[in-house]
C-alpha cells in the first residue's frame, strides 16, 4: 500500500485532487485517475503538457485506450501530453529511453530535472510513519494538510 499522485514540475507544488491510494501496489488505472484529475485542474484544452512518470517509456503507449474505455475518466479536448522520465529515473532504461524521454532533449522542456514528486515525498516521509495507524479519513486530513502546507512554502521561496 502507498499513495500517488501528480505535481507541478516547475512549480514544486502538489496538484489538488490529484493524489491516489493504492491498493495493490501501483497500478497504472490509479495513475491514469490521478492523472486526469491533475489534467482537469484549470488546464486550458490547447495547453501542452509534459507529464514526467518513472515508468513512461511503458506507461504512455496504452494511456489513450485505457482512458477511452473507462468510463469515469475522460481527457481535454486538443489537450496534448508530452512524455518523459526524470533525469535520475530515465538512466535505468534503455537507451533509446534516454533520447526520447530525458527532459534534456525535449524541446520546450525548459531546465527541468523531472524528479519533483522524489524531492516532495521526502517530506511526506517524516510524517508517514504516525499515519499508519489511524483511520482513512484521518490519514488523508493529516497527508492533505501536510502537502497544503509543502505548497504554501513552496509559493513563498
Known amino acids: 500500500m502507498g499513495i500517488g499522485g501528480c505535481a507541478c514540475a516547475r512549480h514544486g507544488c502538489f496538484i489538488p485532487h490529484s493524489m491516489v491510494d493504492f491498493q495493490k501496489g501501483e497500478q497504472q488505472v490509479n495513475m491514469d485517475y490521478a492523472r486526469v484529475h491533475a489534467l482537469h485542474h484549470e488546464m486550458k484544452p490547447s495547453q501542452q503538457v509534459l507529464h514526467f512518470y518513472d515508468i513512461n517509456c511503458q506507461y504512455s503507449q496504452n494511456l489513450g485506450c485505457q482512458i477511452a474505455t473507462n468510463a469515469f475518466l475522460s481527457l481535454l479536448q486538443g489537450i496534448k501530453i508530452q512524455p518523459g522520465i526524470g533525469i535520475w529515473h530515465v538512466h535505468g ?27 516532495l515525498w521526502s517530506t511526506l516521509n517524516v510524517i508517514s510513519p504516525s499515519t499508519q495507524g489511524m483511520a482513512t479519513p484521518h490519514q488523508q486530513e493529516v497527508l492533505d494538510f501536510q502537502m497544503n502546507d509543502s505548497n504554501v512554502s513552496n509559493k513563498l521561496e
Open 93 to 119: 532504461h534503455k537507451t533509446e529511453c534516454f533520447t526520447r524521454y530525458a527532459p534534456n532533449f525535449i524541446p520546450s522542456s525548459g531546465n527541468v530535472d523531472g524528479e519533483i514528486m522524489e524531492t
